[in-house]
Nanobody, 111 residues
Framework: QVNLVESGGGLVQAGESLTLSCAAS????????MLWHRQAPGKQRELVAA???????NYADSVKGRFTIPRDNAKKMVFLQMDDLEPEDTAVYFC?????WGQGTQVTVYS
């Protein structure tokens, strides 16, 4: 069992930055791939960014160049650094270590 707890969401103006944090706990916490997904109202959940245990990363085209996904294996944490936020980034953001999910944290970007 792995427990994932996100934090750091909030209300920001377009162009500003925000960093989300995900703390993992449990025997197999923070092993393998860690991912961030998001779900906007009325839309399907989508993959935003992923990072392997060795640090290889992948990003959705919509966030490339604006978001980064660092991880700290010693602290069993993964982050989502979001810069130059856009109203289209408004969503609930979820941390994921398959097959486990966090409860999500709301990010709202206003113009």
């Amino acid at each position: 069992q792995v427990n994932l707890v996100e934090s750091g969401g909030g209300l920001v103006q377009a162009g500003e930055s925000l960093t989300l944090s995900c703390a993992a706990s449990g025997r197999f916490a923070s092993t393998g791939y860690m991912l961030w997904h998001r779900q906007a109202p009325g839309k399907q959940r989508e993959l935003v960014a992923a990072i392997s245990e060795s640090g290889n990363t992948n990003y959705a085209d919509s966030v490339k160049g604006r978001f980064t996904i660092p991880r700290d294996n010693a602290k069993k944490m993964v982050f989502l650094q979001m810069d130059d936020l856009e109203p289209e980034d408004t969503a609930v953001y979820f941390c994921n270590q398959a097959p486990y999910w966090g409860q999500g944290t709301q990010v709202t970007v206003y113009s």
